[in-house]
Each structure stands twice: as structure tokens, then as C-alpha cells.
């Protein structure tokens, strides 16, 4: 029973050790506040700075084109399996947009000698048999210009290729308003919360491996000894 008490004791006297820790690191945020606060508004100014004068803006501009089958511009109805066959063939569509032939023809009709397929990306949405192509570029009105002459290329190619109707325009590319990337708000608090974790971590990092005894609280804690007195510092009292 007393082993029992004892072990009790011990429990007890940690539980309060790691309450008095908890309690002694949120004091040290609390008393660093500013300096995390400056920090964290300094990560944003990083951020921000970044953001507005060192990255390029990039622009997106979207084209849709609907691929038209034989049975549906005759008229008649599609069977489950020719809608599953045409699901298919719309993986090839994006395939045939990003071949080397069509892309040889957009950059020659305008002019380009850098290299296309990196600006270039192509979304099909599920049983759908429409096809968005979509190109970012520096430059908002070369982007438009780029998914329109790769839409006429794209979609002559998928007729020879695919043996369809038709590919119908949906959408025409034009030129986008506001940058795609770099997104300067998200940037911006991304860089706040940076800042303020970090400047967190490094004070909490160092008030926990600091094993200076700088309260007369820490003499019992640590060694378990139990304090007299304590003897002034002079100095500080004049």
C-alpha cells in the first residue's frame, strides 16, 4: 500500500512538472510576441515582394471543342457501347492535340520556336465528349491566340485521325484578365504563417534546451531540493 502511495506521489509530482512547463513556454510566446508578430510580418513582406516583382505572371486561356459522332449528326440514337467506345476515343483526342504534327503547325502558323507541349494542358470531363484546351503564356493575348490556332489544327487532325462528323467549336479562346500564377494573397499568408511557425518553433526550441536555473522554482523542480532562501542580487537593487 505505501509502494502504492508512493508511485501515486510520483505520478502526481510530474503531471505538475509538465503542467508547470506548458504554463512556463506559453509565458515565453506570450513575452516574444512582438518579435513573432515582426517576424511573421516580415515572412509576408517576403512574400509579398516575391511575389509581385520577382515572378513572371502567367496567363491561362481556355478553349472547349465537342467532338460530333456519325450516329448523332444522322440523327439516330447512341447504344451504351458506342457511348463507352466514344469516352475511349476521347482519351485519344487529347493525345492527338499534343502530337508532335499539330503543334509543329500551330508554331509554324505563328511563328513560335519555344517549345509548346509545357503551356499546354488538356481536360476532359467525365462521359463527356468535350475537350478543353487551355495554354498559359506571359503573355494574355499570345495564350488566346496559341489555344485558337491549336483548337483549328487539333480538331482537323481528330477528323482525319478519328473518322468523326465533326468537332464543334464551344468556347473560343480569349485573352484572361488576371494572372493565373502567382496568386499574391495566398502567397501572402502563406508567408505570414511561415514567418510566425517559424519564429514559434526557434523560441520554443530554445527555451526547451535552455538548462540555465534562472528561478528559484527551478532548484526543486530539477533537483529536487528544497530551497532556504534566496540571496539578492545587489547590483540589481540599487
Known sequence: MEIKKI??????????????????LLKTIWRKKFLIILTALFGAGIAFVYSSFLVTPQFDSTTRIYVVSQNVEAGAGLTSQELQ??????????EIILSQDVLTQVATELN??????????????????IVSISVRDADPNEAARIANSLRTFAAQ?????????????????????????PNIK???????????ILATGIILAMEVLDDRVKRPQDIEEVMGLTLLGVVPDSKKLK
Open 7 to 24: 508511485g501515486e506521489n510520483m505520478n502526481n509530482q510530474e503531471m505538475n512538472t509538465i503542467e508547470i512547463d506548458i504554463l512556463l
Open 85 to 94: 467506345a466514344g469516352t475511349y476515343l476521347v482519351k485519344d483526342y487529347k
Open 186 to 196: 495566398r502567397n501572402i499568408l502563406l508567408g505570414l504563417l511561415a514567418g510566425g
Open 112 to 129: 513560335l520556336k519555344e517549345s509548346l507541349k509545357e503551356k499546354i494542358s488538356v481536360s476532359i470531363p467525365v462521359d463527356t465528349r
Open 157 to 181: 487532325k481528330i477528323v482525319e485521325v478519328t473518322k468523326v462528323s465533326d468537332v464543334t467549336t464551344l468556347e473560343e479562346a480569349v485573352p484572361a484578365e488576371e494572372p493565373t500564377t
